[in-house]
């Protein structure tokens, strides 16, 4: 399924040039963006554009199967595929050029590559890689739909994929804090893994199902990871994903430490119900309540000991 589209008189030798994407001049990596989106809804595509005197145009293009999906040109004009007709459009931000996609199908699915035509030559600017999740079935199974461990945590996620194929590639993308790609796997080209997961990834294959394991989990890791396969005649096969989200270190301590607090405070409520049942059941005035002298007792002894001290010894006066 290869089309290509009709370009005015001025532009058809452009036909001619090979349809591979081409570096950059400068020989730099170029970025790649991954895009989720369900059936029905609109993505924009950022291009960058040079703004080169001998820049003519901007293709979108489906780079699997060659298939140009719209052409921009630099006098606001665009041609755009049967395919994609009244759902495609193009406009300039600034710098960069704008291509926006309405009402997407599943079949939308696929790598797409901003190529800028000059005069003489094609560069290759950018790498999109776009999944339409479908909203009642699923190409590609995906478990778990979500997890929540801590930090240094380990999480692993398994894909069943639909064609045990091994020269079909595999991909394992985040599409929403940090969208790029985590892994791709080719029986071809060997495996490539994101310099921010680095050796903290490590996955193996049995028949049609892949297992990926994310190992010392941060915070930053925290995204939505998505399965994807790359089939033969087919656009590109994609499962509903797997939610990661990573809980902090210090928030598990503080649930412990909360979780300690409440024990603590039942266990001092128990022990004032214990002291308060132990004190009603003991007369507590009989403690506390202050003897009162005996006043005979009192007066008696006074009498007797003011009598002797004012008794006067008639001897020793002399009588």
Same mark, same amino acid.
């Given at each position: 399924?290869?089309?290509?589209?009709?370009?005015?008189?001025?532009?058809?030798?452009?036909?001619?040039?090979?349809?591979?994407?081409?570096?950059?001049?400068?020989?730099?990596? !170029? $970025?790649?963006?991954?895009?989720?989106?369900?059936? /029905?809804? @609109?993505?924009? &595509? #950022? %291009?960058?554009?040079?703004?080169?005197?001998?820049?003519?145009?901007?293709?979108?293009?489906?780079?699997?199967?060659?298939?140009?999906?719209?052409?921009?040109?630099?006098?606001?004009?665009?041609?755009?595929?049967?395919?994609?007709?009244?759902?495609?459009?193009?406009?300039?931000?600034?710098?960069?050029?704008?291509?926006?996609?309405?009402?997407?199908?599943?079949?939308?699915?696929?790598?797409?590559?901003?190529?800028?035509?000059?005069?003489?030559?094609?560069?290759?600017?950018?790498?999109?890689?776009?999944?339409?999740?479908?909203?009642?079935?699923?190409?590609?199974? !995906? $478990?778990?739909?979500?997890?929540?461990?801590?930090? /240094?945590? @380990?999480?692993? &996620? #398994? %894909?069943?994929?639909?064609?045990?194929?091994?020269?079909?590639?595999?991909?394992?993308?985040?599409?929403?804090?940090?969208?790029?790609?985590?892994?791709?796997?080719?029986?071809?080209?060997?495996?490539?893994?994101?310099?921010?997961?680095?050796?903290?990834?490590?996955?193996?294959?049995?028949?049609?199902?892949?297992?990926?394991?994310?190992?010392?989990?941060?915070?930053?890791?925290?995204?939505?990871?998505?399965?994807?396969?790359?089939?033969?005649?087919?656009?590109?096969?994609?499962?509903?994903?797997?939610?990661?989200?990573?809980?902090?270190?210090?928030?598990?301590?503080?649930?412990?430490?909360?979780?300690?607090?409440?024990?603590?405070?039942?266990?001092?409520?128990?022990?004032?119900?214990?002291?308060?049942?132990?004190?009603?059941?003991?007369?507590?005035?009989?403690?506390?309540?202050?003897?009162?002298?005996?006043?005979?007792?009192?007066?008696?002894?006074?009498?007797?000991?003011?009598?002797?001290?004012?008794?006067?010894?008639?001897?020793?006066?002399?009588?």
């Amino acid at each position: 399924m290869l089309w290509m589209l009709f370009l005015p008189s001025a532009s058809l030798f452009l036909l001619l040039l090979p349809c591979f994407p081409a570096q950059d001049g400068g020989g730099k990596k !170029q $970025s790649t963006d991954v895009i989720s989106a369900w059936e /029905g809804d @609109s993505i924009s &595509i #950022t %291009c960058p554009m040079n703004r080169a005197e001998d820049q003519l145009g901007m293709y979108l293009r489906v780079i699997r199967h060659k298939v140009n999906v719209i052409y921009c040109s630099k006098e606001n004009y665009s041609h755009i595929n049967p395919a994609f007709a009244n759902r495609t459009e193009c406009s300039k931000e600034g710098e960069n050029l704008r291509i926006t996609l309405h009402r997407l199908q599943e079949s939308d699915s696929e790598i797409y590559g901003c190529i800028e035509m000059l005069k003489f030559k094609e560069i290759y600017r950018k790498t999109i890689i776009v999944l339409v999740k479908a909203k009642f079935r699923r190409p590609l199974e !995906q $478990s778990p739909l979500h997890a929540n461990p801590e930090q /240094g945590q @380990s999480v692993n &996620i #398994t %894909c069943e994929l639909k064609s045990s194929r091994e020269e079909e590639k595999f991909y394992l993308f985040r599409t929403h804090v940090q969208p790029g790609t985590v892994l791709s796997v080719s029986n071809l080209s060997g495996s490539e893994v994101s310099p921010a997961i680095g050796n903290r990834l490590e996955y193996s294959r049995e028949g049609n199902r892949i297992v990926v394991i994310l190992h010392k989990l941060q915070e930053k890791d925290s995204d939505n990871y998505i399965c994807a396969q790359e089939v033969k005649g087919s656009p590109l096969l994609s499962a509903r994903g797997t939610m990661v989200l990573v809980k902090e270190v210090e928030q598990a301590c503080e649930k412990n430490s909360w979780d300690l607090y409440a024990l603590l405070m039942v266990v001092a409520v128990l022990l004032c119900a214990l002291v308060c049942c132990a004190l009603y059941r003991v007369d507590v005035k009989k403690y506390f309540q202050k003897k009162k002298h005996n006043e005979v007792y009192e007066d008696m002894s006074y009498n007797s000991r003011r009598s002797t001290l004012v008794r006067t010894n008639t001897y020793s006066r002399g009588e």
